[in-house]
């Protein structure tokens, strides 16, 4: 059985980590964004029917939205885990019987 420090260190851990994601999910939707503009207000003056250059857009373009769908799928699934959690100072399952006065 885990410990309080060690409970509370994993928490702390466990709430940096969910910081960063957020952080990472934020950065990757105003990539997202600032492509999505970029696209928007440059048209391909290519002559070809599909260029190298359209190529990479459209694979950059579908690799950020994987990945923010990735990471937000991710940060559901964790937050759904930490709901699920028991709290540590709790008694439920242990025998305790509160004693009423």
Not at 35 to 55: G, V
Request: a positive charge.
């Amino acid at each position: 059985m885990l410990s309080n420090n060690r409970l509370k260190e994993l928490n702390s851990w466990l709430e940096k980590r969910v910081k960063s994601l957020e952080d990472e999910i934020e950065k990757s939707k105003n990539d997202f964004k600032n492509m999505e503009t970029h696209f928007k207000s440059s048209s391909c003056k290519c002559d070809t029917l599909i260029c190298k250059n359209c190529e990479n857009r459209e694979k950059k373009v579908h690799y950020l939205v994987d990945t923010v769908d990735k990471l937000s799928k991710g940060k559901s699934n964790f937050e759904n885990v930490l709901a699920s959690q028991s709290c540590v100072f709790g008694k439920t399952g242990l025998g305790f019987n509160p004693q009423n006065k």
